[in-house]
């Protein structure tokens, strides 16, 4: 390097025919050295003298021939890469490592909840002290393409008290139907609009009737636009989904069971999207200083809930 600064001050001296002859002489050598090393290897005091030539001399590409004009920018944009990581302190690139006790905690409700996804998992951590990018749960989870469904004893347990009942289906009649309606809102809570799709349950002559003596006005949204009722579309899915989906229905009584179980999980621990997380009736945040978690199970071990042990 000191030689390279020594021989340019000599050649602000010479003539400037001296100096177009020994440039072509120059030239003539590199050319000839470079079919020999088709890939030079620049040390790194050739990189900073050539980054310093690009910032101060406007034709330094037609002087490069070693290299190409783009390599001498993209040694430019590294060195600045590395000033900053030394000006910030000079710690590892990239995202820190992530303790092995969360991800042991991320695989074990992942495989004790087949149905949840990495949003679930991620709200399931906040609650436990653990902050958690999505996109790290997801790389964690380690889920096969085909997640099993819930064990025996969920089942069993789900349908013990109901083992010697046994029903095929049922087919709810227009009078049914309405008295659903009546039962929904008694004496005077009928709401002004009534929406619902075009299901032919709900254009059935009676029920149309019943709507108009409860005062409400019926309003079928548009064929196949379910977003029109999305609040209900949505809480009807996550039901089906989570919870009568998997389980065998044998009666009304049953039902009622069920569905007051997972009424309660929903309101109270189940994370929602919508709600950054949170459950409806917000829930608190455990954040107690043993690393032991505990699962207890609720809507008969369809969805456990995460607790640090006291």
């Not at 505990?294 to 006291?310: D, T």
């Amino acid at each position: 390097m000191i030689k390279l600064i020594a021989a340019a001050f000599t050649l602000l001296f010479r003539s400037r025919a001296h100096l177009i002859v020994e440039n072509i002489a120059l030239r003539q050598q590199l050319i000839v050295l470079s079919r020999q090393v088709p890939r030079p290897r620049p040390h790194d005091t050739d990189r900073l003298l050539w980054i310093l030539l690009s910032s101060i001399w406007s034709g330094w590409r037609g002087a490069l021939l070693i290299v190409r004009p783009t390599t001498v920018l993209r040694w430019h944009k590294r060195g600045w890469r590395w000033y900053w990581r030394w000006r910030s302190g000079g710690g590892a690139a990239g995202r820190p490592t992530l303790d092995r006790k969360v991800i042991a905690l991320i695989r074990r409700m992942a495989r004790e909840n087949p149905t949840w996804g990495a949003p679930h998992i991620q709200h399931e951590l906040r609650f436990l002290g653990y902050d958690v990018a999505i996109s790290t749960v997801a790389r964690y989870m380690k889920r096969g393409p085909h997640p099993g469904g819930q064990n025996w004893a969920t089942f069993l347990c789900n349908h013990a008290d109901q083992i010697a009942g046994f029903d095929f289906f049922v087919v709810p009649t227009s009078r049914w139907r309405a008295q659903q309606l009546i039962e929904a809102f008694p004496f005077d809570t009928a709401p002004r609009f009534l929406i619902h799709d075009r299901d032919p349950l709900f254009m059935a002559d009676e029920f149309q009737r019943w709507t108009k003596h409860l005062g409400s006005e019926d309003l079928p949204t548009a064929p196949r636009s379910p977003w029109q009722n999305g609040h209900t579309e949505r809480v009807i899915g996550s039901i089906r989904r989570e919870c009568t989906d998997r389980l065998l229905v044998w009666n009304e009584a049953h039902l009622r069971r069920l569905l007051k179980k997972y009424v309660a999980y929903y309101n109270d621990w189940r994370p929602h999207t919508a709600l950054d997380g949170d459950a409806p009736n917000l829930r608190a945040p455990d954040l107690g200083s043993s690393d032991e978690i505990v699962a207890i199970p609720m809507v008969g071990g369809l969805h456990p809930r995460y607790r640090r042990a006291a």
